[in-house]
């Protein structure tokens, strides 16, 4: 299983990213995804996940309606949309998949909002 982050950089307040995640390994249409991020100083917290056909996604309370998880499973790739950006959505970004039993994470991608 490999995932592979991408899409991450410094965005001004108020701007968008969309981040991507590239999985190989597995049977990716077969599995529910997450995206993660982390903070400096502070713990890794969940933002949302989606189900394995697209169908049905999850979001912590905090996103507000500005974060959107979507995937395109022809082409193996899970992605995270980003809007009204703010200084305190600065992280690293992770996404990440159950499969077996054990739990896959990708390297990260840094997101860092500053003017």
């Known amino acids: 299983v490999q995932l592979a982050e991408s899409g991450g950089g410094l965005v001004q307040p108020g701007g968008s990213l969309r981040l991507s995640c590239a999985a190989s390994g597995f049977s990716f249409s077969n599995y529910a995804m997450s995206w993660f991020r982390q903070a400096p100083g502070k713990e890794r917290e969940l933002i949302g996940a989606?189900?394995?056909?697209?169908?049905?996604?999850h979001y912590a309370d905090f996103v507000q309606g500005r974060f959107i998880i979507s995937r395109d499973n022809a082409k193996n790739t899970m992605y995270l949309q980003i809007n009204s950006l703010k200084p305190d959505d600065t992280a690293v970004y992770y996404c990440?998949?159950?499969?077996?039993?054990?739990?896959?994470w990708g390297q990260g991608t840094q997101v860092t909002v500053s003017s």
């Open positions: 989606i189900a394995s056909n697209g169908g049905g996604t």
């Open positions: 990440t998949v159950g499969v077996e039993n054990r739990r896959f």
